[in-house]
């Protein structure tokens, strides 16, 4: 220890405990460092103040602008004071002037000023070469204008000497150039060539007037004495071309400047015009600025586009002028690209030039912002290429617009339009968000359940008034089909309204029924005041409150409805609790519903009190009391018909012709749900068939690989291929499927199937043909094994893809049952017979990411088009669902040449093009029917989000995309013939709502419509024949009455036979008559030769009766046969027919149901009735079947 002491050395002194608080120690170690130190001399600092800074140097300008202004009107001055003596010519004059005293001085003082301003400046920008500097023009004119008047101080004798002073108008237009470029500097204003431009253009005119008046006036002098007014006077009229000639100049100094001016005016001008014209057409393609107090004043919002096409522009001008109050609106279109001549020719037209500004700018540029006034703007909307060749990328530039407009303008909303779902997560900050992919494959797969989903969820996003047609339209069904397009979504408080003010402390079914009965508007979902959430049919138990917010479907919302007092209505008798007796009906003034149409809708709620009094027990819905008497025989009616649907009329006895039958009445007040039909959540494959289905079902299964190995569950997908999916409720396979099993045209070790026959589906296919696995595809599969859809009922799912799809996408759909895919292309015949096209039902046809993009527009569809038309020729029965790029290519589909009443429709549709209309195509038969779709129809929702900010939401609902608690989805039923007795649409509206609490929105109707036979349909058939000699397949297959496409006339008796069926009719006539000369001179032949020429005439002969139909049909069993399918069920002679489908959205009371009328329902959410399932359950036995609505058939088609 004491040698480790002795080793320690002492502290210097400076580190010494005294200084450490003294702070000391610090002032010998610590260096400052001085920084910029170049800008601290005297020549940095001027150079700071007269250039560099913004705000003096726009201050030294301004000053010096005033010098040279001051200058001139000095001189001017001095001309008006100065008087020459009138004589003889006398050159002194042009030499010497009179220049007082005083004002000699004041020049001299200015001159001075200017000229060392001029010097300084020449001192602060030299840079190493003074002739740069001393070369210059404006340096140039301050000498010839300074310096002469230095010289009269020294020489006072000089005082008089003539200085043209009057060139300093050229510094002042020098300086007034500089002194706007730092004004657009200093307040930081967006720079505007074209502003400069002008003032340049009319400062070199003035300063040419002022040259030439000074210098004419001034030779002159020793001519006709011309005053500046006189000069003036002659200036004007000799530049304007007209040249009266009574001012003239005498000597020819002042006509050499003359000349020299008139030269001058002809170079410099043009010039200068020039560069105006061009930047004016500059600014045409740019659109200049959008002003500050227009900003300010007015309300505009901004469309952000990549490319603008005509199509997009007119769909987002109709539809966003659509609504009244946005009449007042300005639309600022920030477009990258150069402005289309299309467009530009659109914008000509006076209806949208005094509402729409065009700027060519960049969203990612804030002096482009700043252009459109963005921050002052009410919405901003970004749309997304889809016509770019890499939709990513097209995802990304959107991406970064919208984070660009968020960062200039936090308080602006957003509007977003995205492609890929993958990427939604990006924009989740804006207002509202519109995934292309998501939406898209959501309306396709409903489509295949609810045929013409897509046409309904158009026809409810797009503004009409149900003018479309006019009068043009000689149909009914257009007449019927327009009126009901024009009803959209609408929103009210309920206590602010008149529709459903007087159901408050109702029930929902209750409150949509009657106000669909009184006022013909249809009541969907309804938003309490405490929540965001919109809640479709929330069902029968929900009881109406003074702050929901009602949602309902109309032609018109109720604020700009009138109301017209109509007749008295009967009492509700049998209503159950409702007291208030005879009241006043209050029509709609725009559905215009007749009085007896509304009476024939209520008066069917007779109720046979004595049955009902005997048979009900306690405890049961009151609801549930109809015809008891009929009890028995219906129950046992439909156990026989379990798989028809339970709307059937009931048995009746022989005053069944007189009496029309009874629907129970619509509860104000439901205690609890007390009927089976809304118990969804079991399974209803195993429910309805009692303990005999489900051994069967289970008999069933056991037969197939996949029942064997997995148990199917309800439960939420466990994984998502991308971000911002809405977790929903589906049908699962308790363990995954292997990958190797997913692809159904392939054997692995788990299964030998390699076609779709081979799995032995009970239901018929669906097939979706895309060119790869997109996350999008996720949005098919959910809707469609929704937890909601009877088991029994699903459909298997094939997924046509052009490429194997990567890992994680079959990841995400292994685990949902009978979801598969093949690699093929739907222009490959084999593909599609591999992937089991004889076993669908349905066929979707996705747009090519691949082939948008196309040299011509509209030829983007060229090969979707002809692809699904040789598919509907080779498999007439399939149902194809075929989404396009382009809405007005979809005339081509199914197309008929020389079909006159396509031909019809075409003049229709150019007719609403004239005016128009935002709906020029809903006349279109694959429209109308819902067999075809462009997702360009979706644009209109992001638009109509901006007035109505709940469509999104609702929409999401509709497709399946959102499932939130306790609301309702999208169904259909098909109208059978046993459903025939409820009549019109309003006894349905009554039968639904009090059985299953389901709410009707619209039908979607078929019909048999007489068409004009098409002149390509044509052809030609001659006698049955049957060659019942070959033991093969015969080639020729025909399918009971249906032996050719169309028709089976003789062509005598056509008159629209085309050229091919004529030449086909002379074959025939000549292989008829070389089979009866065969046959003549082979009768002495020998009897195996005889046979072999009889046998291949009747084969030629056969081969020339053959109709397009079977040649068709021939080919596709060739195919099959060499792929190793069976040919077996195979009927390719089916006929559609002439048949048009059509949508009626919100139909009235009265509209007569018709059959295989398919209506659209929303369905309440079962797990919201899950608690009651017992009681269901208990008093089910004793339920009326009047109200056992069974959703075997009703669920779905």
């Known amino acids: 220890m004491v040698e480790l002491e002795k080793e320690v050395l002492p502290l210097p002194p400076r580190y010494r405990f005294r200084d450490l608080l003294l702070g000391d120690w610090q002032t010998d170690d610590r260096v400052q460092v001085e920084f910029y130190v170049n800008e601290n001399t005297f020549k940095e600092r001027l150079k700071l103040f007269f250039i560099k800074n913004q705000r003096s140097s726009l201050r030294v300008r301004m000053f010096n602008f005033s010098l040279k202004v001051l200058s001139c009107l000095l001189y001017i001055v001095r001309v008006l004071l100065d008087n020459p003596q009138d004589g003889r010519q006398d050159w002194k ?44 023009v404006p340096f140039i004119l301050e000498m010839i204008s300074a310096i002469p008047f230095m010289i009269t101080v020294i020489l006072p004798s000089f005082r008089n000497l003539f200085i043209p002073v009057f060139l300093n108008c050229w510094l002042a237009k020098h300086a007034l150039e500089n002194m706007i470029n730092d004004l657009h500097r200093a307040i930081q204003r967006t720079h505007s060539a074209m502003f400069n431009q002008v003032v340049i253009l009319i400062s070199t005119l003035v300063c040419l007037m002022f040259t030439c008046i000074c210098g004419i006036q001034h030779l002159e002098r020793a001519g006709n004495n011309l005053t500046l007014f006189d000069s003036l006077y002659f200036c004007v009229v000799t530049f304007s071309t007209v040249g009266f000639g009574d001012v003239t100049p005498q000597i020819w ?15 410099v001008l043009p010039i200068q015009f020039e560069q105006l014209a061009f930047l004016w057409m500059e600014r045409q393609k740019s659109g200049g600025n959008y002003s500050r107090y227009r900003a300010q004043t007015e309300k505009h919002v901004v469309l952000c586009v990549s490319f603008l096409k005509i199509d997009l522009l007119m769909d987002f001008l109709n539809e966003f002028f659509a609504h009244p109050r946005l009449q007042d609106y300005y639309v600022v279109i920030l477009c990258p690209a150069e402005m289309d001549v299309q467009v530009r020719r659109v ?24 252009r459109a006034k963005m921050d002052d703007a009410e919405a901003c909307f970004i749309l997304s290429n889809r016509f770019e060749v890499d939709r990513i990328a097209a995802d990304h530039q959107t991406i970064l617009r919208a984070w660009a407009v968020k960062d200039f303008a936090p308080n602006c909303p957003l509007y977003v339009q995205i492609l890929k779902p993958e990427n939604k997560f990006h924009v989740k900050f804006a207002d509202h968000v519109v995934c292309e992919e998501e939406f898209k494959y959501a309306m396709l797969a409903l489509n295949c359940v609810c045929p013409g989903t897509s046409t309904l969820i158009t026809l409810l996003i797009h503004s009409s008034r149900g003018q479309e047609g006019g009068a043009c339209s000689a149909d009914q069904w257009h007449r019927t089909y327009r009126r009901c397009s024009a009803n959209e979504v609408h929103h009210i ?54 702050s929901d917010t009602c949602y309902y479907i109309n032609i018109s919302k109720e604020e700009n409805s009138a109301f017209v007092r109509g007749h008295s209505e009967p009492s509700w008798g049998g209503t159950g609790g409702n007291t208030r007796g005879v009241h006043q009906t209050i029509y709609h003034g725009l559905t215009r519903l007749p009085v007896h149409s509304i009476i024939a809708s209520m008066g069917t709620v007779a109720i046979d009190l004595q049955d009902s009094s005997d048979s009900s027990p306690e405890g049961q819905d009151p609801g549930s009391t109809v015809l008891g008497s009929r009890r028995e025989s219906r129950s046992s009616s439909r156990t026989e018909m379990s798989g028809t649907n339970t709307l059937a009329l009931p048995a009746m006895g022989e005053s069944a012709e007189e009496r029309r039958h009874s629907i129970a009445p619509v509860l104000e007040l439901v205690d609890g749900v007390n009927n089976p039909a809304f118990d969804l959540l079991g399974d209803q494959s195993e429910d309805e068939g009692g303990e005999e289905g489900k051994e069967d079902s289970d008999r069933d299964e056991s037969a197939h690989w996949w029942g064997r190995h997995c148990e199917w569950v309800k439960g939420y997908p466990l994984n998502s291929p991308y971000i911002g999916s809405s977790p929903a409720l589906c049908h699962l396979l308790q363990e995954k499927m292997p990958f190797c099993c997913l692809r159904m045209d392939k054997a692995c070790h788990h299964t030998s199937f390699e076609d779709a026959r081979s799995y032995g589906f009970k239901n018929k296919l669906i097939i979706v043909s895309a060119e790869s696995a ?12 929704a937890y909601y859809r009877p088991r029994k009922e699903l459909n298997p799912i094939v997924l046509l893809l052009e490429s194997v799809p990567e890992a994680d996408f079959l990841e995400a759909i292994c685990w949902f049952p009978m979801v598969f895919y093949t690699v093929g292309s739907i222009d490959n015949l084999d593909s599609l017979l591999r992937c089991g096209v004889t076993f669908a039902d349905t066929m979707v046809v996705v747009d090519k990411e691949s082939s948008m993009i196309a040299e011509e527009d509209y030829m983007a569809d060229a090969k979707t088009i002809v692809n699904v038309q040789t598919l509907f020729r080779l498999f007439p029965a399939l149902s194809i669902i075929t989404e396009l790029t382009h809405p007005a290519n979809m005339r081509f589909m199914q197309f008929k040449v020389k079909d006159h009443y396509s031909l019809a429709l075409s003049k229709l549709e150019k007719k609403e093009r004239e005016k128009g209309s935002n709906l020029v195509f809903m006349f279109r038969l694959p429209f109308s029917a819902g067999k075809v779709f462009s997702v360009s ?78 002149e390509s349909k044509v052809s030609i058939t001659v006698e049955d024949y049957e060659d ?65 020429a009889e046998r291949i005439n009747q084969q030629r002969l056969t081969l020339f009766r053959r109709s397009e139909r079977q040649e068709l049909n021939a080919l596709v069993k060739t ?75 009703s669920t779905h088609l």
């Not at 100094?253 to 170079?267: D, E, K, T, Y």
């Not at 997109?774 to 094994?785: D, E, H, M, Q, S």
């Not at 070959?1030 to 005598?1052: I, K, M, Q, Y």
């Not at 292989?1071 to 003549?1080: E, Q």
């Open 93 to 136: 004059l042009i030499i010497w002037v009179d220049r007082p005293l005083p004002l000699w001085a004041l020049q001299v003082l200015v001159v001075f000023i200017s000229f060392s301003e001029t010097m300084l400046l020449v001192y602060l920008s030299y840079k190493g070469n003074v002739w740069e500097q001393v070369l210059r």
């Open 347 to 370: 914008l000509h037209v006076p209806l949208w030039a005094q509402r729409v500004i065009y700027l060519q700018g960049s969203a990612l540029k804030d002096q482009d912002l700043m």
């Open 1028 to 1092: 019942t000699r070959e033991p093969r397949e015969p080639l020729l297959s025909r399918s009971g009455a249906h032996r050719n496409s169309t028709s089976s006339e003789p062509v005598s008796t056509s008159s629209h036979s085309s050229d091919h069926p004529l030449l086909r009719r002379k074959s025939m006539q000549w292989a008829r008559r070389l089979s009866r000369k065969g046959g003549r001179g082979s009768s002495g032949a020998k009897g195996g030769a005889g046979s072999a």
């Open 774 to 785: 997109g996350n999008g595809l996720y949005n098919f599969i959910v809707p469609l094994r």
């Open 493 to 546: 408080r309920l206590e602010e309204s008149k529709f459903f003010g007087e159901y408050q402390g109702k029930s929902f079914t209750f409150a949509s029924f009657h106000a669909h009965k009184k006022y013909g508007v249809c009541l969907i979902g309804i938003r309490r005041l405490d929540t965001t959430n919109i809640l479709l049919n929330p069902g029968p138990c929900h009881i109406m409150g003074a």
């Open 937 to 1014: 129809m979706l644009d209109t929702l992001l638009y109509q989000s901006f007035v109505k900010d709940y469509m999104i939401s609702i929409t999401r609902l509709l497709l399946g995309l959102d499932s939130m608690p306790g609301s309702g989805f999208l169904c259909a039923m098909k109208i059978t013939e046993d459903d025939l007795w409820i009549r019109t649409y309003g006894r349905l509206y009554q039968k639904l709502c009090c059985s299953t609490g389901d709410i009707p929105i619209g039908i979607y109707r078929t019909e048999a419509q007489k068409l004009p036979v098409s």
């Open 253 to 267: 100094p002042s006509q050499l400047l003359v000349v020299i001016m008139i030269f001058v005016a002809l170079i």
């Open 1119 to 1193: 195919r099959m046969k060499h792929l190793g399918l069976s040919s077996t069920g195979f009927n390719g002679m089916t006929d559609q027919g002439n048949r048009l489908s059509y949508i009626l959205i919100n139909p009235s009371p009265d509209t007569r149901l018709e059959l295989h009328d398919v209506v659209y329902l929303i369905r309440p959410d079962p797990l919201s009735l899950v608690p009651n399932q017992g009681n269901s359950r208990k008093c089910s036995a004793g339920i009326s079947e009047s109200h056992r609505f069974d959703t075997q058939d």
